[in-house]
């Protein structure tokens, strides 16, 4: 796996990649429960969300790219948790990664250029909803020290019945209080 590392290259993303972020995200929207959006957007409806991620800052967006292609393979964001002031040292972390690039590392690739972009930032907490089951991202979140601490039953309905989704909280190392 090494050598396919090798082979991709993550960065921040850019405009540039609105295009691929937005097919890839719609793929998700289409055919799973991992998000409970259930209409595709345009490029220009998911424009806010791409700009509301800027290079610095708690709310980063990390792509992984293949580093001769430039297809987008996968990416991770940090984003609000909730708007409320008193939150804004806590994020919701999530990554995507593209179906024929799962079981080759991206999703650790992208955790890792993460959580390292964000150990210099305020942040006290990440969290994670994981829509069940989802066992592969359940494994990734635990490697990365989140731990589960409850399960909203039935909380979301898409392609009709209703799903569970699970939420995992993390400490982050830069945190006030350094708490876990």
Same mark, same amino acid.
Do not use: C
């Given at each position: 796996?090494?050598?396919?590392?090798?082979?991709?290259?993550?960065?921040?993303?850019?405009?540039?990649?609105?295009?691929?972020?937005?097919?890839?995200?719609?793929?998700?929207?289409?055919?799973?429960?991992?998000?409970?959006?259930?209409?595709?957007?345009?490029?220009?409806?998911?424009?806010?969300?791409?700009?509301?991620?800027?290079?610095?800052?708690?709310?980063?967006?990390?792509?992984?790219?293949? *580093?001769?292609?430039? &297809?987008? @393979?996968?990416? =991770?964001?940090?984003?609000?948790?909730? $708007?409320?002031? #008193?939150?804004?040292?806590?994020?919701?972390?999530?990554?995507?990664?593209?179906?024929?690039?799962?079981?080759?590392?991206?999703?650790?690739?992208?955790?890792?250029?993460?959580?390292? *972009?964000?150990?210099? &930032?305020? @942040?006290?907490? =990440?969290?994670?909803?994981?829509?069940? $089951?989802?066992? #592969?991202?359940?494994?990734?979140?635990?490697?990365?020290?989140?731990?589960?601490?409850?399960?909203?039953?039935?909380?979301?309905?898409?392609?009709?019945?209703?799903?569970?989704?699970?939420?995992?909280?993390?400490?982050?190392?830069?945190?006030?209080?350094?708490?876990?």
């Amino acid at each position: 796996m090494a050598s396919e590392h090798a082979e991709v290259q993550v960065r921040p993303g850019v405009e540039g990649d609105l295009a691929a972020l937005t097919d890839l995200y719609n793929h998700y929207v289409r055919e799973t429960p991992i998000t409970f959006d259930t209409a595709v957007f345009t490029p220009e409806e998911r424009r806010p969300w791409l700009l509301s991620h800027p290079e610095d800052g708690p709310y980063r967006l990390k792509v992984a790219a293949d *580093a001769n292609s430039q &297809e987008i @393979l996968g990416y =991770a964001t940090s984003s609000p948790y909730r $708007p409320k002031a #008193a939150y804004s040292t806590s994020v919701e972390v999530t990554v995507y990664v593209a179906p024929h690039a799962a079981g080759r590392g991206i999703g650790t690739l992208l955790y890792t250029a993460l959580f390292e *972009a964000l150990a210099g &930032e305020d @942040l006290h907490r =990440a969290y994670a909803g994981i829509a069940q $089951p989802n066992e #592969a991202s359940t494994r990734l979140h635990e490697r990365f020290g989140f731990r589960h601490v409850g399960t909203y039953r039935e909380v979301g309905r898409k392609f009709g019945r209703y799903w569970d989704v699970a939420w995992y909280e993390k400490g982050l190392p830069g945190s006030w209080g350094k708490g876990s």
